[in-house]
């Protein structure tokens, strides 16, 4: 299974491909900045964890679908080339 995670100021996030949210930890540190501060923090690692488990989702998908066209990967959702170059 692909999991994303991300973690830092006392939050701890996974999620799956797509951004589905598996799980969110909090450590007391992480309740002492106030509720924003939690919220944007929660927020900024599901955008990074998401990005993490999509790439490696696309990974996966393109080693196994060796041959497939640029437009049948496209037509997968994934962005063309963004393996190769490095891109989230």
Wanted: proline content about 3%; cysteine-free; hydrophobic content about 45%.
């Amino acid at each position: 299974m692909i999991i994303g995670r991300a973690q830092r100021d006392g939050v701890s996030v996974s999620v799956a491909p797509g951004g589905a949210l598996r799980s969110v930890q909090l450590e007391p540190v992480a309740l002492e900045r106030g509720g924003a501060a939690l919220a944007r923090t929660v927020l900024a690692l599901v955008r990074e964890a998401t990005q993490r488990a999509n790439r490696d989702a696309e990974a996966a998908i393109r080693e196994q679908a060796e041959g497939l066209s640029e437009a049948d990967v496209a037509a997968l959702g994934l962005a063309s080339g963004a393996s190769e170059s490095g891109r989230p």
